[in-house]
């Protein structure tokens, strides 16, 4: 493992030397978060995670399959379809409904009631439930390697892009004068948003959750950049396509496309046709394909498979669909409001499986309610705000809060917007603002160290009661 990063590093070195002063901090921004992350990560780097689901999607179109072709290797957010062949000649695939005893749901989407002496053999077939680009990019590592592909080691590998994406977005803006940042102030905003939020500890541990929050920020921080002035639609169209198959809700992204393109068209319908043919084009290749892929799995255009999901959530899932106001309460509560359980013994504190604030984990953020903006940024201030609201809401209406986890995961969704938030926002970054990023800093070293290492330090809870348990 040392001699793969000693080569990497040789590599990253020959690009210094020959680039310009912005991609040398840039590629530094990268070496500092890949150390970082693969020192925080440490020994699970030796072997991959216990939830490679992506690996096993690759290995299925390897060998010609859409299912696993077997039982799952655990029950951590499988899909699983019911075929049930009764009595009457009839085969029925779907679930049965948990709440309703014998109510049998198709996937088509019909609800009837089977009772157990009307089948005659009934089987399960196991499906991937996560969108599946992220497996597209495991296809050649599990085409050489098989289901052993180290997913820690590929997203320490990936994730310090992001840091350096979100640098290099925050110097383009720069340079159009579209922020009133120094070169220091992006750099700190880019070490804020790779070491001060929940993006650390996403990056150390491998698994399929943190794979898609990895491979969704890099993409997006690819949109951006090509998003810019609209300059390059093909490139922006096939990062939100990909997008969308990673993380659905982050095709919101196309918002800033949509607000850049309209600000340089300056009216022009023809550019305005031009660039929404050539951003949409793959966009609804993408689509295209992500949807042929549900229908022949589920009968659905839009159906990943989390419907089917076997796990603790599958009663209110069925009741309630996977997004509903029901959730707003408790994932707002989740986001914003949930904090370590004080202990009067050893530990003596303790953090709930749903997470932390995000005000615990990046208190920075707090600066976002007091923007000092100017005329000339408000387009863009809006722009940033309209791509990220939808984002956030969709999360915050979603049937499950993240759980388990350190901090609030999902923000990752839309962090790399809060953070040109900040820096458009114009606020100066005083003493007090670096010490509270130096701060979540530590929380998030913290939490990169222990989450899933020191189980005794989290508990399956969700609101502590003050100092309790004395």
């Known amino acids: 493992m040392s001699r793969l990063f000693a080569r990497i590093a040789r590599f990253v070195v020959a690009l210094y030397a020959n680039a310009s002063r912005t991609v040398r901090v840039a590629l530094v921004i990268y070496l500092v978060h890949l150390f970082a992350f693969a020192g925080a990560s440490s020994g699970r780097l030796r072997t991959h995670s216990g939830d490679t689901h992506f690996s096993y999607l690759a290995s299925m179109w390897l060998h010609g399959r859409l299912d696993l072709g077997r039982a799952p290797p655990n029950q951590n957010d499988w899909a699983e379809v019911e075929y049930l062949t009764l009595k009457d000649g009839r085969t029925v695939a779907g679930a049965y409904i948990r709440s309703q005893p014998n109510v049998f749901r198709t996937i088509q989407g019909k609800r009837e009631t089977i009772l157990p002496d009307a089948i005659a053999s009934r089987f399960k077939k196991y499906y991937v439930s996560f969108p599946p680009f992220p497996a597209v990019l495991f296809l050649p590592l599990v085409a050489l390697g098989g289901l052993e592909v180290n997913?820690?080691?590929?997203?320490?590998?990936?994730?310090?892009?992001?840091p350096m994406l979100?640098?290099?977005?925050?110097?383009?803006?720069?340079?159009?004068?579209?922020?009133?940042?120094?070169?220091?102030?992006d750099l700190w905003l880019s070490v804020m948003f790779g070491l001060g939020t929940v993006y650390f500890y996403s990056s150390v541990i491998g698994q399929v959750w943190y794979t898609a929050h990895i491979v969704s920020t890099v993409l997006a921080g690819l949109f951006l950049l090509a998003a810019v002035d609209a300059k390059r639609p093909i490139l922006a169209g096939l990062c939100l396509g990909a997008l969308a198959l990673t993380r659905p809700q982050m095709g919101f992204f196309g918002i800033f496309y949509l607000t850049e393109l309209w600000r340089v068209a300056n009216g022009d319908r023809g550019k305005i046709l031009r660039g929404l043919i050539?951003?949409?084009?793959?966009?609804?290749?993408?689509?295209?394909?992500?949807?042929?892929?549900?229908?022949?799995?589920?009968?659905?255009?839009?159906?990943?498979?989390?419907?089917?999901?076997?796990?603790?959530w599958t009663d209110r899932i069925q009741r309630?669909?996977?997004?509903?106001?029901?959730?707003?309460?408790?994932?707002l509560a989740s986001a914003f409001t949930t904090t370590p359980k004080l202990l009067g013994h050893a530990p003596w504190i303790q953090f709930p499986w749903h997470g932390i604030s995000m005000l615990i984990t990046t208190p920075a953020l707090a600066y976002l309610l007091w923007p000092q903006?100017?005329?000339?940024?408000?387009?863009?201030?809006?722009?940033?705000?309209?791509?990220?609201?939808?984002?956030a809401l969709l999360s915050f209406l979603y049937q499950?809060?993240?759980?388990?986890?350190?901090?609030?995961?999902?923000?990752?969704?839309?962090?790399?917007?809060?953070?040109?938030?900040?820096?458009?926002?114009?606020?100066?970054?005083?003493?007090?603002?670096r010490v509270l990023i130096v701060v979540g800093i530590g929380v998030n070293l913290f939490g990169a160290l222990t989450f899933g290492r020191a189980w005794q330090l989290y508990y399956d809870g969700f609101f502590p009661i003050g100092l309790n348990e004395l």
């Open 373 to 391: 903006i100017r005329d000339s940024d408000r387009t863009l201030y809006r722009a940033l705000w309209a791509t990220a609201a939808p984002i």
């Open 400 to 433: 499950n809060d993240g759980w388990v986890q350190f901090g609030f995961r999902f923000s990752i969704d839309y962090l790399l917007l809060l953070m040109t938030l900040l820096a458009v926002g114009n606020r100066p970054l005083t003493r007090t603002f």
């Open 320 to 331: 309630y669909g996977l997004f509903n106001y029901a959730f707003l309460s408790r994932n």
């Open 151 to 162: 997913d820690v080691v590929f997203n320490v590998l990936l994730a310090p892009l992001g």
């Open 278 to 312: 050539l951003v949409g084009v793959p966009v609804a290749a993408f689509a295209a394909v992500g949807a042929w892929f549900n229908w022949v799995r589920f009968h659905s255009f839009t159906e990943f498979g989390h419907t089917y999901l076997n796990v603790r």
């Open 166 to 185: 979100l640098f290099l977005f925050l110097a383009r803006l720069r340079a159009q004068g579209r922020t009133q940042r120094s070169e220091t102030d």
